[in-house]
């Protein structure tokens, strides 16, 4: 199972980014995806995730401004980032629970920076 996340950039205070985490291979029954982040020098943190049915879970910081999605005819997910703030600054990573197991993308830098 490989997940493969795009997406990387560098934008302004108040801009959008889109993330995309397509995945292949096979995952038996998927509980959950999601997208976690890692700021320098901080934990990892979850951003948001949505479940198989499609409820979604956001952390505090980013309702509103984040939102989760997925496509599962083509095996991905997505993150859409609006109103962006420097503090969003992270690599952020995907993932995908299913199995009873947890897989990850291999992160992807996003820098809010004027």
């Known amino acids: 199972v490989q997940l493969r996340a795009s997406g990387r950039g560098l934008v302004q205070p108040g801009g959008s980014l889109r993330l995309s985490c397509a995945y292949s291979?096979?995952?038996?029954?998927?509980?959950?995806m999601g997208w976690y982040r890692q700021a320098p020098g901080k934990e990892r943190e979850l951003v948001a995730a949505i479940t198989s049915g499609g409820s979604t879970n956001y952390r505090d910081s980013v309702k509103g401004r984040f939102t989760i999605s997925r496509d599962d005819a083509k095996n991905t997910v997505y993150l859409q980032m609006n109103s962006l703030k420097p503090e969003d600054t992270a690599v952020y990573y995907c993932t995908v629970l299913g199995g009873g197991k947890n897989y990850w993308g291999q992160g992807t830098q996003v820098t809010v920076s004027s």
């Open positions: 291979g096979s995952i038996f029954r998927i509980n959950a």
